[in-house]
Structures are given as C-alpha cells and as structure tokens.
C-alpha cells in the first residue's frame, strides 16, 4: 500500500508547477451481491425473428402493419424478415396469412432452447456512491469510511435489466458457432456481505493556472476514480481554497 | 433514349484492334457473340481526321458473360464512327476498379454486327446522342480550370502537409488535472519540426494508435501538448497510458494528409464526372448556376409545425431540381426545416445523407430527428469525435438505442393495455351511436329526397298550368281589345245609320209621284198602242210582197234541179255492160256526163296499165327473170354448140330439175360459173385434143351441165308465166272495181238532186201559209190607217212615246229604290243594336273570367315558390356524406373491434416480446444493427467524413444531400458531400462566420502570408463565398430566406437585425410575447426582470486594459474577468433565489454561455468557474465565439477583451461584423457584455466598424441596459 502511495505520488508531482497539499485514506463502502439466474443454450436466431416466427405460431396476422404496430417495430423491419423466413421455407402464406412449416416449427423450438435452463450463480459489486455495479477485485479496508458515501441500496429496488448489466460485466454469457448460451431469468438475489473498498485521496494544486484538485485511486477497480473526484471537488474545492491557500 | 433499349449498330475491326482482341479471345466474332447484346459506356474523344472517336467501356458487373471471360476486368475498345457504324482501332482490358460510369459517358445497349457491310445503319436516336455527347476531356478541361479558383484553400492547407513523420525523444510526461492533456519534454527535434508539428496526430513508437492531437509547443522549455483522444483519457485514468520503457513518439501529419487528399480527389471525381449529378459543375461554376427549374410545387403535409417561411423552404426543397439553398438567421429554425425536410424525404421513401463542416453540427441535426417515428438516423464518423447527442446514432450503439425505445414502447402498451381495452370498448360504443344517429339523418335525407323528386314533379306541372293560364290570359286580352274594338265599331255604325235614315226620309217626300202623271201616263200607252198597230200594218204589207217574190223563186229552182238528174239513170243501165275502158269513155261522151276527178285519175291508171301489158313491159321483177332467161338461152346455145360441135348427142339430153340457185340472183351466179368453165383454157384445151377418155368426161360434164340449165331454163318460164298473169289479172279487176265506184257516185248525184227539189217545194208550201196569215193580219190593221198616215211619223211618235214611258218608269224605280233603302237602314239599325247589346254581354263574361284567371295564377306561383325551397335543398349531397360517414365509422369501429379482438393475442406476444427484448444478447443486437444500417434513410456525417473510401462504398449515393452550416465550410469541403447528392439542399447563414482552416479563420491565415500576391488572390477569393453567390445567383424556385426567429427575446434581436436588412426582408420575431415567453426570471442588484440586454461598460483606461500572456499570442482582460466573476455570482445567487421564490424548481438550471473572442480569455473563464465560482444552479459552457456558432443559451457573457490606447486603434476580430453577428445572437433571455464602449466606438480606424459599435451602444442604451462603472467596481 505505501509502495503504491509512492508510486501515484511520484507520478501526479512529476509535473513541477503540481503541489500536494495533503493525502488521505479512506475506504468506500460496496454491496457484495449473489445473483442465481438460469442459463439456456439455444441456436443463433435473433430475437426479431423468433418473435415474428412466434407471433406466426400464435396467430394469423396477413399485413405487417398489424404486427408492427403490435410489437412496435417498422413495417420495413418486419417485412425485410418475413421476406428471409419465406426464402428459407420456415413459413408459408396460407389463405392470406403466413404460417410456419416444419422447418419453421424445428428452428423455433431450437431457437428457444438445445438444452434444458440451467442454473448458475454470480457474485457481483455494487457501489452506491457510483449508482452502479464495478468490475474487479475487491480488497477490504480499514479505516475511515467515504465521508461522502451515499446509502446502500435495498436489494428489491434494482430491476431485472440492472441484474442483468451486472451481469454482463463478468461475461456470463458466450457465443459458439451456432449456439449461444444466454441468461434466461434471474431467480434470486441475495446480498452476502458490505466490503469497504480502500482509496488513496490526493489533493493538489496546478499553480500555473492555479487550479486545485482532486486525485482519487480506486484499489478495486485500480484507477483513479472520476466518480469519486468529482464529488469531492464538487464540496469541498471552495473550502480548500481556504484551508490552504489563505495566506 | 431509353437505357434498357437494345440497339444495332455494324461493327467493324482494323487490323489492329483484331489483333489486340486476338489476346482475349480467338477472334472478334467470338468476343462478341458471347453476349446477345452488351451494356457500353460511350466516351467522346476528340475527333480523329474529322471523324468522332469514342472509347467503349464495358463494365463487369452489367457484361456478366464477357466479364467472366476477362477475369471480371473492365473492357476498353476505342473506335470511330464510320460508314454508319462503328470502325474498332483498338482494344484493352483495364483493371477491376477502372471507372465504367461516368456523367461524361453515354450509357447504352447496343447489339454488334461484327464484320458485316450489310445491315441496317445507326438508329438515328443513337447517332443523335453521340452528336450531342460533349467531349470527355473537354468537360474535364472546363471543370478544371474552374476548379483552380478553389485551389486557393488547398494551398493554404496543403502549407504545413506535406512532411514526413517526426519522430522525438520524450521524457517527463505530464498529465493534466482533467486527463485530456499531456505534456512531454522532447529532444532531437530539429528547428523546422517545432513550426510544423502543431495540429499532427501524435502516438508512441511501435504502436498502431494516435494518442491525440499536438496542440501546443513551446520550442523554449521543449515541451509538446497533446490533446488526448477519449479513448487514451480512460487510458490515462488507469494510470497506464505510458508503458514502461516509452520513450519514443512519433509526430505524424497523416490524418491531414488524408483530409487533403480526399479533398483533392473531390477536385478530381468532379472532373472525371463522377458527381450523383451530371449538373453539379454547371450548378457550381456558371456564373448563373444552370439548375432544371420546376413550378410544380409538391402538395404537402407537414409533420412539424412550421411557419410559412419553413414550409416555403420545404415545399421549395422538395420540388426543386439539383440545388436548393436555404439562408437561414440565427433562431430561424434551420433545423426544425431539416428535420422536416428528412421526415418528407422519409416519406418519399428516399435516403438522405445530412453533412456539416463540424460533428457538433451534425449531431445538433440529427437530434432533432429523434422523436420522429419512420426516421432511421445512423451517424457515420469516428466514434470519439461524435459529440454525446449523436452517439446514439452511431453504428455500434444503434441497435441498443434501438431496442430500449422499442422495449420502452412495448412495456408502455403493455401498462396501458387495460385502459386501453376499455377505450376501446366505449369507442366502439360511441362510433355505434355515432352510426345509429348517422342512419336517423340518412333515413330523413330520404324522406327529403321523395319530397324533392315529387316536388320537382309539381314544379313542372304547376309552371305547365301557369304556362297555359298565362296563354289564357293574353288570349282574354286579345279578345277583350277586340270587342272593345267591335262596341266601337257597331256604335260608330249606329250612329251613320241614324244620320242616314234622316237623309234617306228627305229624299223619299222628294221623290213621291202624283195621281196626275200617273193619268198621263196611261195616256201616252194607249196611244202608243196605237201607234204600233198602224206599224204593223205598214209592216205587213212590205212582207207580203217578199213572200210572193220568194215563192216564185223557189219554183224556178225545182225546174233546173229535176233537169240536172238527165240521163244519169240511163247511164247507170248501161254502164253495166261495158266491158272495156273505151266503151266507158264513149259512155262518158255519149251522155255528156264529166268523170269526177278521182274516176278520171283511175282511168288514166288503167289506161297506162293495158298499155304496158301490150308492149310486154312487165313490172322489174319480170324484167329480171327475163334477162336471166336470155342469159340461159344463150348459155344453152352455147354448150349445145359445143357438144355438137364434138358429136355428142344433144338430143338425148334431158332437163334436170335442181333445188339450188332459185332466185335470179343465185342463177346469175350459176351462170358465171358455166361461163367460167367454157372459157377456162383448160376447158379449151381438153376439147381441142383429140377424143380421149378425159375428153368423154368433160364432155358428160358438159352434158350434165346443159341438162341443169334446160331445168332452170323451165323453172325461168314458170316463174315469168305467173308474173305475167298475176298482172293481167290485176288489170282486170281494177276496171271492174271503177265501174263499180262510178256507180255509186253518180246514184248519190241523184238523190242528192231529188232531195234539193223536194225540199224547195216545202218552202213554197211555207211561204204560201205565212202570205196567207199575213193578208189576214193587214185586212184587219186597214182600218186604223188611213191615206194621210205615213209611216215615218207613225215611226217617229212610237220614239217619243216610248221615251216618255221610260223616264216615268225610272222615276218610279228610283222611289221605290229609296224605300227599300229606307226599309234596309231599319233593320240595320235593329241588327246592330242587337250585337252592341249581345257584345256587352260578352264583355262582362270575359272580365269576369280574366279575374278569375288572375287569381288562380298568384295561388300557383305561391305553390311554386315553396317547391322551389324544397329543389333547391341538398338532401342527395348531405346522404353522400352521411353514407361515407358511416362508411368510415363502421370501418373505425371494425378496426378497433380488430384490436379488441386481438387483444389476448397482444397481451401474450407483448409479453414475450418485452422478454425478449430485455435479455437480447450480443447476437441479436448485432442482427439489429444489421437491419437498422441497412434500412437507415438518414445518415449523418461530416464533409470530409463522407469522403472516406469505406463510406463511399457503402453509400456510393443519396437522393438527398443536405448539408447544414454551409458558410462555415470551404469549398472543397463542401464539394465531397456534393458530389453524392441527386439534389443537393444547402443551409446556412452568409451572414454568419466563414471557414475555419485548421485553428485559425481564413483572414488569419492570409494576414500571415508575406507574398503580396499570394495575399491578394486568396482575400479575393473570401470576398463572396460559395453559399453566397448561389444565393445570389440561383432563380427564386431554389432558394428561399427564413424570416422568422424563435430564439431571442425581441430586444436582442434587434442588435442583429440590422445585418439582415435586404429590401423588404426584414429578420421578423416569432414569439408571440418576448417578455412571457424569455422571462430569464432573475432579479438582482444587477438584473432586472424585464432587462434583455446589457452591457457593463468597461473605462478605455490602462487599468481596464487587455495584457497577453508571455510567449503566447492570445489575448486576455483581467478587468473583464473580474467583472463576470461578480456577474456569475451575482446571477448563480438570483437564479437561487428564484428557486426559492419559486419562479423556478429546484433542480432546474439556468444556461449561461460564457464567450469570448479571445481563446487565452475563454481558458481564463473556465478556470474562474471551475475552481472559484463553481455554480449549483448553472450550467455554464464556455468557448470563443467562432465555436458558439450553433449553439443557444438562455444567458450569454460575452467578453469583448480588446482594451488599448495603441495608435493602430485595433479591434482584431471583433472587426468582422459576422463575428459580432454571431456573438450577440446566441442569448436566449438575457445578453449581457462586458466590454469598453469607448474602444469600440471610438479607437477603430474603420468608419464602418465605428458605426455599428456605436448602433449596438445606441440600442442597449435605448433600453436602459448601459450601465457604467462607478464605486467599488472601478479597479482605480
């Protein structure tokens, strides 16, 4: 840890018209996550597609006008689509409206799955003082907490496409080929633990344009924190002024 | 000429280009039968010995046979017209990429007859085009030397281009407080690199990447800035942007080079004709720009509300052929007719490509776009330099950006859906009763429509009846005229008769006669009487002496007649025995008798007649057959003659009886041909020889001959014997007959005779009678006469008696005449009155009737009025609208039922749509971003950007380029999104800045420049720029002039105003009440509410004055700073305030631009608000004002910096009336400067920049904005 503060320091002074007013640490409260969530394995067939194949399956539909204005997606889309199941015979227009054929009906069933869900787990971290979830190693610190930590967040407040942004950052999900392995559903979430992250805080003064500011290393996600600086420099800039520069 | 038409020409070949076919193929008949017929791309050369020369290009893609055969290679075959057709002096195959399509090239199909004389000539519309076809090189020639007048900002761009990399050593490397700059310390750079390398791409040795953009050197402290790229700021952020052992950097002027050259290859895809449009050179480089004008103006309907300048710059942009340009002010809503403008073009089905000079432009476009459904925006560029506005657009986010708005739209019928289905429901409801009430109205137009046909029906039998009353009536007229006429008449007659009666009453006492001439008168008739008696007795004396003298007479007759008679009787008897004419004759002589006249002409006849037959002179025909009979006699002579002669035995000949020749004609023939043979020498020799067998045969012949004459010598005889007799019985009959006739004439001689003498003696017998009476008579008339009567006087008195009677008798017819008169005049005048009476009478009748006439004809046309109401209603008009009406409700109402019908359907595939949508993987977005590029119809990029080789492959055309914020784009720039465009729509504002060329604007640049003449040219070529001359110049359909702005409150406007002045056109405020509508809501000891516009006056004093930093260029004022540092606080405090007073919400911000013409100052500002002042109400942006183009604000700062007493009285760029243009029209609600009026209005050389100083001044003081400097302020 020393050995870090040496190296952010020597770096940030090597400008010689930079000067450190004075270094603080503190650790930044996180929320360790376990999200449970099913994962399928199902060929390559975009959702537009399949959608159009089961809305065919569902019901008669003879203009593209009706499903487009159902599902919200431009008749040129949806006519451009119809056109590329039609050459590849996995439907057929019948008495004015389209249906699916064999062909249709087998690529459907493999677009929704090859292999029965099954089930995974992940453990994700969310920051409440970013509003979002960060990718690394974790290390937990000691010491004084962000004076500027926001509340941790109730669990039942995060939507589904949160879960699932979080869960993009690890790489959950995967192509091969043909197939893909998707996330079906999120089953449960449960939070583990809290774990405070430690962060290196510099405050420094350019006296060239005489600017001060701020420099925050973040151990997890090992880079200087825009976040975090900002909301410092945000308070406290016009108190430093004083503090430090009041002759 | 229709492309796709395949045409015949005659193809022939030189030796060479045989030859040079000869490497292809094994001759040119194989060639070119290996297509029916190929697409060629004709290109004009200049004419070879007066011949036109052609190249033909065939192109891979359209010749797909020959293209297989050439290794899908470009076919060059030059050839000159010749003979009709076409003569091949040479072939080549060029590469793949050789350009096939130009605007220079004719595009055809054209079917060869390779090697053939014959054949049909060149179609004539064939031969036409290639007359017309202008010269490739000629077009190219032209396009070029027009082109060099854009050299000029080539040059000045190409200055610093063209160095090879600079590669340094670098230590020490600094990264700013913010992460965007670095700052290193390099060596080994040569004097030279220092003045280049500003503006280079800079990256570190042995990497593949830029690391930014140089912007600042300092040669002095060898220090080198670079601007960082996004992506090497998140870099910097992780602490990892210098690896270890870094010490290299690579200097590079490769993306400038590259911006050059495309601009370069702009220049030369015009010359070579590769614009969208053919008619882009003319557009550009005539000096009135030739565009295909068009009055059609497109009908249409607009999906933003606009004002009639914005429809008039759509509408204009939509029918306009080849060029539209709009001229558009600040705040007139140039984006707002942009968007329009795509969303028309969307409809149209047509894909746009909107460019600008600058990405923030762009993207400022395109934003406007978004909630426009239809429009699919797709923004091309290099992602780290589009600003956040377009990334959206941008290809890699499209598909997300995509998928929320559609997973957000799928969720928000989902949520709605309940209501909705209820909605639906009560619609359907309400379109039903709307119906049922529809149905009422239609059901009553019915009724109406019965009404007006039967109505109609009426109104024509009704006017039939008023038609024949009206008859009636002038008939009653005409006979009322007439009886009155007749009254008239009969009393003006009444009256004549009375006044005639009278008169007729004098003359009848006139003429009445008395007793006494009636006595008289009886008188005079005895005598009378017996004066005649004595006449008649005078009378009958003189007529018997003339009876006895005729009795006499008579008797004497009768003796000659019975004398006459004679010997006629005695005549007849013995007439009955003569027997021959003499005897007639003695007859005759004996009795002494004449023959009439006929008999004698008879006898004379007979006479002749017995004469003849006495000389043998016979009628003609006798006479024929007599000479016929001689001519027999003496052929029989003859051939007796002959026979004898020879000793035959005539005698034994016997006549021979032959049917043939019978009439003497025929004989006479018969005759001839005997005749001939007797005097043929053959004949004759025969019988002079001696007795041979051929003699004895002629002989017999000769025998045989006279035997058929002495037949026809008979048969002659015959028919001359009954001639003869034939006429001698003639003879006799005649005579008898006379006898006969002279007979009869004289018995009728003779009672002819008898009946004269009896009928003589009758009137004897009656003269005898009437002498006997008449005695009688004169015995007893004797006794009236005696001797002394004389007949004259007897004569005489019988006058004159007679004359007296007969004037008594006219006396008396002449009074009886007047009573009948008089009788007449009587019942005339009774008669009369009878009609007068009988008149009157009919009179009254006719009055009455006309009344009544009269009356009956008001209560029609009464009738008639009301059923003309009722045909004169719609009711059929109303039932159209009615019955589509309800056409159109049920067709909603079936719509809808649809929907309600489909709703279980929705409410599952919905469902399992937002599902899907929400967990759409890597591989779905990426068949997204497939379908949504490839159905993109608007794309956004900048100039230069549209040049790029991969963009140009992707989108080689657009139907519509509209390129915004055209006059801060040079030329060439602009000619690279030019040359995609079928039409091309310019927007932009002349009167606003010009180009930048790198970090310095155009006179800048030229200011720099030592050359005089290099100076002069390229000032001339800024004087008008490119936009403004084809507003100039282009015809009213193609341009048009936004006039109304929305941006400013009215008072700021006006500072501009004065630039847009141009004869009527004046820069107009749309906004219905400036004070209401840009209240900036703030009030303070600086600001008060209803302030718009002012301006903090700075003293043209030194401690007010502008400084420069060591070493730099720029120029800043301290003065100035100090005063926006209170005039942000001040206004960061008011708009809190304001919060508070609750004119605003609490998280709501204020805008505040804070500008300047200076760049030193503009930094200076930044660092003011960043470290000192950080406002919480605020959002604040700074910049120079050339970057302020475009943008708006609620508040505007501007700081005018400049502040000196130097003698030059220099403004530097404040001079520019468009900079100031610019810089007072960005403000919303509040602008406020912050300069030294007496430095402007006063120190500047130029008159003209004095003047408009001095208008700005006048205006901000006419609205009590001017505030001077007093107090605490002053920096004394």
Known sequence: MEALEKRLRDELLRDLNVKLLETVKWSLPIQVIDIEYETVKRTKMDILMKMLLV??????????????????????????????????????????AYALTETGRQQLESGIYIQPP?????????????????????????????????????????????????????????????????????????????????????????????????????????????????????????????????E | MNKSEVMNCRLDMTQRARKEIGNWAIDENELFSMQANFSVYIEKLPAKQDNMAFSFYFGPEENPQLANHLNERVAVMECVYKNEGFLATSFRVKGRKEPVRTNRRLGVRLAFAVNRRTGSPMPIQLYTSLRELPIAQERSAYVEKRIKSWEGYLQIEEKNADVADVTAHFSQPIINESFSQLTISCSGLEAKDWSTITGFSAKLKGSNEDLG??????????????????????????????????????????????????????????????????????????????????????ELEFHHPLNEFQREAVTGAMSAHDLYVIQGPPGTGKTTVISELCHQLMLAGQRTLVASQSNLAVDNALGRLLSDPGIRILRYGRTESIEEEGKRFIEENVASYWRDETLAAVNEQREKRATREQEIAEEIESLEEEKRRLKAEQDEMDRRIAEKQAAVTENKDLHGQLDSLRKLQSELDERRDSIEQQLEELARMLEKLSIEKDKLQQEKEVASISQELHDKMAEAELELSLNRKKLRYFQTVEAIDYAEMEIRKLTEEAATNSLKVGSMPRFIEELSDVRKLQELEGLFAAHNIEPSLPTSLEMNTLRRLRVDIQNGTYPYALLEWKEVEERLTKGISHAANLLRKHHFAVEQVRSKQDDTYKTAEEMHDMLDKIGRFFVNPATKRILAAPATAEKATLLHRLAENLAYLYGKAEDVQTISASIKSSSDRE????????????????????????????????????????????????????????????????????????????????????????ELAVEENSTESIRTSEQLAALRTDQEALLLEEAEAIDRMKQLEQRILTLQEIILSEPEKRKKELIEEIDQKSAKAAELQQELDRMPVARLLQDEWSEMLAGAGEFDLDEIRKLYVKHANVIGTTCVASARRDFMEDYPEFDVVIIDEVSKATPPELLLPMLKGKKIVLVGDHHQLPPLVGRETMEEFIEEIKDEAEKEELSGMLKESLFERLFRTLPKQNKTMLGIQYRMHEEIMETIAPFYVDGQYRLQCGLPDSDAARDHLLSSANIKRNDHLLWFDMPNE??????????????????????????????EEATALAKREGRM??????????????????????????QEIMPKHLHCRTGSVDKFQG???????????????????TIGFAEDYRRLNVALSRARELLVIVGSSDMFTKRPKKAGTKAMYARLVEQVKLKGGFRELVGSGRND
């Open chain 1, 118 to 246: 099954e089930k995974d787990e992940s453990t994700v971290h969310y920051s409440p003082s970013h509003g979002r979830f960060l990718a690394g190693e974790p290390t937990d610190g000691v010491g004084e907490m962000y004076r500027l930590a926001k509340d941790l967040r109730n669990l039942k407040e995060f939507t589904d496409d949160e879960w699932r942004e979080a869960l993009d950052l690890l790489d959950v999900t995967y192509q091969e080929g043909d197939v893909q392995l998707v996330v079906q559903a999120i089953t449960s979430v449960k939070e583990l633990e809290r774990q405070s992250i430690p962060c290196i805080e510099f405050r420094l003064h350019q006296t060239a344009d005489d600017r001060l500011y701020a420099r925050v290393w973040n151990t997890m996600t090992s880079e200087w924190d825009e976040t975090l600086e900002n909301q410092i420099m945000e308070n406290e800039l016009t108190e430093w002024r004083e503090k430090y520069l009041a």
């Open chain 2, 1191 to 1209: 943008m708006e604000m609620d508040i505007i700062i501007l700081s005018f910096v400049r502040n000196h007493h130097q003698p030059s009285g």
């Open chain 2, 1145 to 1170: 919400q609490p998280n709501e911000k204020k805008s505040v631009g804070v500008i300047s013409f200076y760049g030193e100052q503009v930094k200076r500002i930044d660092r003011l608000i960043e």
């Open chain 2, 213 to 298: 953009t140089v912007v600042d050197v300092n040669r002095g402290r060898r220090s080198v800035k670079i601007e960082l790229s996004r992506k090497y700021q998140a870099v910097a952020r992780r602490g990892s942007l210098l690896p270890n052992g870094a010490r290299e950097i690579v200097f590079s002027n490769f993306a400038e080079l590259s911006q050059i050259r495309r601009l370069r290859k702009g220049f030369k895809d015009l010359q070579d004709g590769f614009a969208a449009n053919a008619n882009l050179e003319k557009v550009l480089f005539e000096e009135r720009p030739v565009v295909q004008i068009t009055n059609k103006r497109q």
């Open chain 1, 55 to 96: 809305a065919f399956r569902t019901s008669r539909f003879s203009s593209s006008e009706e499903l487009s204005d159902m599902l919200v997606v431009e008749p040129l889309f949806i006519e451009d689509i119809k056109e590329r199941l039609n050459r590849a015979g996995m439907i057929t227009k019948s008495g004015g």
């Open chain 2, 731 to 818: 003879a006799a009959g005649r005579f008898t007959t006379l006898k006969n006739e002279i007979k009869d004439e004289m018995t009728a001689h003779i009672r002819e005779v008898e009946e004269q003498v009896a009928a003589a003696e009758q009137t004897v017998k009656e003269h005898e009678e009437q002498l006997l009476e008449l005695k009688e008579e004169s015995s007893e008339l004797a006794v009236h006469v005696d001797e002394q009567v004389y007949r004259q006087d007897v004569e005489d008195e019988i006058e004159k008696l007679e004359k007296t009677l007969a004037d008594f008798e006219e006396r008396k017819g002449l009074f009886q005449q007047i």
């Open chain 2, 1102 to 1131: 030194p401690a007010y004055f502008e400084a420069k930093v060591k070493g730099g260029t720029s120029l800043y004022n301290e003065a100035e700073l100090n005063r926006i540092r209170e005039l942000l606080v001040d206004i």
